[in-house]
């Protein structure tokens, strides 16, 4: 199980690293995926679901100037939620999740399926955009799954000193 892959990472990361999860399509699945696996309090946080975008910027600090100008469907969104809930609950690692689920809300510049997923550390965030084209149902599941796979290989990244993650560094930093 990809969940109990990420706590067993995490644990052996330098002082047990911790992390937190921002959600919109997604609805609380990456959360709920974490949670079972036995043990997640050793790092797991907590997470917010931010379906709104008032809460997308009241509680997750995403610049109204973000939702106005890129959409709450952005990549700078998404990094924006990575960061807010990795600084709202002190963690290392920030997981975020922001699409159109369906089956409505879609336009032909942001269509029913798309999702960025991003994750953030203090020192870079990184994003990820996907297509998915399932039901509402499925796009969320999938979205949760390639959410956690993100998490995964940025952790694993970090973990064995990869370098690829400062040359993402400048691409998200510029948000």
């Known amino acids: 199980m990809i ?6 990472e995490l644990r052996r990361a330098g002082g047990g690293a911790t992390l937190a999860t921002a959600e919109s399509c997604t609805g609380g699945l990456v959360s709920h995926r974490l949670t079972n696996a036995p043990g997640c309090s050793d790092y797991y946080k907590g997470g917010v679901v931010a379906y709104a975008n008032e809460a997308k910027e009241k509680v997750l600090g995403v610049a109204g100037e973000t939702l106005r100008e890129k959409g709450a469907v952005s990549a700078e969104c998404a990094v924006e939620m990575a960061r807010g809930v990795r600084g709202l609950f002190e963690s290392d690692f920030g997981v975020a999740t ?6 409505s809300g879609g336009t032909p510049e942001k269509p029913v399926g798309l999702v960025f997923i991003a994750v953030a550390t203090r ?3 990184d994003y990820e955009k996907h297509f998915f084209h399932g039901d509402r149902e499925t796009n969320k599941r999938e979205a949760a799954e390639a959410a956690l796979g993100m998490l995964k290989k940025n952790i694993l990244k970090i973990k064995t000193g990869t370098k690829g993650l400062v040359a993402q560094k400048g691409r998200a930093a510029g948000f």
Do not use: S, V
């Open 123 to 125: 020192d870079f965030a």
């Open 98 to 103: 922001t699409g159109i689920a369906g089956p």
């Open 3 to 8: 969940e109990e892959e990420i706590g067993n």
